[in-house]
C-alpha cells in the first residue's frame, strides 16, 4: 500500500499566540482568589492557553515520531488529549504512532500489546475522520486503507472477511474482489472456501479470461516445490496426480486464451503447465534397459518439452518480436525474443512420431498377447476343476 502518512502538523496560525499564552497563564495562576465578576475572563484565557500548550505537546510527540519513539510519541499524544480533548490533528497523529508498533510487533508473544495498539489506532483514525468538518471521499479511503492495513497486521481474519464480503454485497460486479476474498480465505485457513470463490469468479464472470488464468494458478499449486529443495518438480506427487493436475490447468488456460488469443499470462502457465506433463512421464537413465512403457515415455516427454516451448514463442509471436541472434549484441537487433532454442528439431519431431506409432503398435500387441494368455490360462485351471 506504499508509504504510510506521519504525523501532521499542529493547528493553523497557533505561533499567533504564542507571545499572548505566558502572560495568560501566569495572570491566572496569580490571581486564584480573583472575584466571581472577572472569572469568566480568567477561564476563558485558560483555555486558550491549554490549547497552546497541547499543541505544543503534539509538536514534542510528532519529533518522537520521526526519531521512531512512537511509544514516547503517544504519552505525549495522550498528553496533549487531556489539554484538547476535542482536537482533530492529534487523533490522526497518534493513530499513525500506534499503527508503527503495531507494524513492528509480529512476535506472537506480545500479540496482546499488538492488539492495544490496533486498537487505539482504529479508534483514533475512527475519531479523525467522524471530527473533520466536511471529509472527502480521499479521506475516507484513507480511513479505510490505514483500516486495512492494522487489521491485517493484526490478523483479524473474520474482520477481513466481513470487509471484503460487504464490498462483494455493495460491489457485485466487481470481479477483482473474487480473488481478495479467495486469498483472505486461504490467509485464514479456509482452503475450502477460497477454492469455492476461485470457481465461482469463473461462473459469474465466464467471458473474463483472467478468472480462468486464476483459477489455473490455483490448480497448480500442488506442483510447486519446496522453494529450498532445488527441485524443478514437486517430488512428492506421483506421476498419475502430476499428469491430471497438468491436464486441468491447461484446459483451463485454454479456456482463457479462446477467451482473449494474446493474454501473456496464460501462454506463460501453459509452459509451465506442459513442463509438468513432461516430468510426468517416468523412464530410467538407461536407454538400453528401457521397457516399452519407458520408450512410449521418452518421446512423450520430449513432446510435452516441444509444446512448452512453443508456448514461450507465442508471446513473442504476440508482440511480433525476432528471436534474439546471439551473434549479435542488444545494441545491435534491438529489442528480441530470448527464447531458448528448439528443444528438437522438426526431423526429430518427425522420427519421434513414426517411433511412436511403432511402439503404440507393440504396446497393443503385447497386451492382446497377455490377455489370450490369460484366457488360456483360466480355461486349463476350469478343465483340471471339471475332471476332479
Not at 484538547?84 to 492529534?90: F, H, I, K, N
Not at 519446496?226 to 498419475?240: L, R, W
Not at 512453443?310 to 509471436?317: N, P
Request: with cysteine; charged share 35%; glycine share 6%.
Amino acid at each position: 500500500m506504499g508509504a504510510l502518512p506521519g504525523p501532521r502538523a499542529g493547528g493553523p496560525r497557533a505561533h499567533e499566540r504564542v507571545d499572548i499564552c505566558p502572560f495568560l497563564c501566569t495572570l491566572a495562576l496569580s490571581m486564584r482568589s480573583i472575584l466571581a465578576a472577572v472569572a469568566v475572563t480568567t477561564v476563558l484565557g485558560l483555555t486558550g492557553c491549554q490549547k497552546i500548550a497541547a499543541r505544543d505537546l503534539i509538536r514534542e510527540a510528532n519529533a518522537l515520531y520521526r526519531n521512531s519513539q512512537y511509544e514516547e510519541a503517544i504519552e505525549k499524544y495522550n498528553e496533549a488529549e487531556g489539554l484538547e480533548p476535542d482536537g482533530v490533528t492529534l487523533y490522526w497523529n497518534r493513530a499513525c504512532a500506534a499503527e508503527s508498533l503495531v507494524l513492528k510487533l509480529k512476535d506472537p508473544n506480545k500479540a496482546d500489546v499488538r492488539k492495544k495498539y490496533t486498537d487505539l489506532a482504529l479508534s483514533d483514525f475512527k475519531t479523525w475522520l467522524d471530527r473533520l468538518e466536511a471529509p472527502e471521499e480521499a479521506d475516507k479511503k484513507e480511513f479505510e486503507k490505514h483500516r486495512l492495513v492494522l487489521l491485517k497486521a493484526d490478523e483479524r481474519c473474520d474482520d477481513l472477511l466481513n470487509h471484503y464480503l460487504a464490498r462483494h454485497n455493495a460491489e457485485p460486479n466487481n470481479e477483482d474482489l473474487y480473488s481478495l476474498i479467495a486469498r483472505q480465505y486461504d490467509e485464514c485457513g479456509r482452503i475450502k472456501e477460497a477454492d469455492e470463490w476461485f470457481v465461482k469468479r469463473t461462473v459469474d464472470f465466464p467471458k473474463s479470461p483472467r478468472g480462468f488464468v486464476a483459477l489455473a494458478i490455483r490448480r497448480f499449486d500442488p506442483l510447486w516445490p519446496d522453494p529450498e529443495s532445488g527441485e524443478q518438480y514437486n517430488p512428492n506427487v506421483a506421476p498419475g496426480d502430476r499428469l491430471r493436475l497438468a491436464d486441468t490447468v491447461l484446459k483451463l488456460l485454454e479456456q482463457a486464451t479462446l477467451l482473449d488469443p494474446k493474454l501473456h499470462e496464460a501462454y506463460a502457465w501453459k509452459s509451465m503447465a506442459f513442463t509438468q506433463r513432461a516430468l510426468a512421464h517416468p523412464y530410467s537413465d538407461v536407454p538400453e534397459e528401457h521397457t516399452l512403457e519407458e520408450k512410449l515415455n521418452v518421446i512423450l516427454s520430449r513432446e510435452d518439452t516441444l509444446e512448452g516451448w512453443k508456448q514461450q514463442k507465442a508471446r513473442c509471436d504476440i508482440d511480433q518480436l525476432p528471436e534474439c541472434d546471439p551473434n549479435k549484441t542488444p545494441e545491435e537487433q534491438g529489442q528480441c525474443c530470448p527464447l531458448p532454442p528448439r528443444p528438437i528439431s522438426i526431423e526429430e519431431q518427425a522420427a519421434d512420431n513414426e517411433r511412436k506409432k511403432e511402439i503404440l503398435a507393440q504396446i497393443e500387441e503385447a497386451k492382446q498377447e497377455a490377455e489370450s494368455g490369460n484366457a488360456k490360462g483360466k480355461g486349463k485351471g476350469k478343465g483340471k476343476r471339471r475332471g476332479k
